[in-house]
């Protein structure tokens, strides 16, 4: 990642909004930093985004593995209900292209097709799982479900606009909905065996990861 890498992302527009505090007078990617930041830390071979307006989390994540040079790669899983961005393939690869970027993967269908799919079922582990697809508290669940024997011991599991209700007119005005994904998360603050925390920004993430096991024996 570098200055002018930001630049590219910063200018558009659509890759500024969306609830992740990007700023464009001063170069700032938000809770992007984050995301990049962990996949620097926690080098996951293979991270899985369920949902993005324009892409801008799995650009993120892609890009982070690609600077880790281990030949990572994000799986984004995006039905494309909100508009037709996602529809063809060509232009899908094109545009993850036009940011330096071949390692994303992406399925234009909802996580529960996605589920019953041979690659789903075969699939490799995955160590860091981006909710952020239709943002209700039974959807989060499904998602994060879906993925939970295929999650490593330290996998690192993201969800967004977590933190609050809000009402969302993304499939058009006459279509509002509620967002009800802290609903679920209030539920994963009473396992024992988690680790949850908020990240209040902009609408928020909320990290979610197993507890480390006692050391044994000593």
Known sequence: MDSDWLARILGHEELRGMGHGQRLGDANIGLGWLYYALVRVERPAHAVCIGSWRGFVPIILAQALRDNGEGGRVTFIDPSLADDFWADPERTRAW???????????????????????EHRNGTSVSMLFVDGFHSAEQARFDHEAFASRLTEDAVVLFHDSIRRKTSLIYGEDKPYVHTVHEYIDVLKQRSDLQVMDFALDSGVTLVRRRARAAQGG
């Open 96 to 118: 993850f292209a036009s940011f330096g970027l071949d390692n994303v993967d992406h399925h234009r269908m909802t996580t529960q097709q996605y589920a019953e799919t041979v």
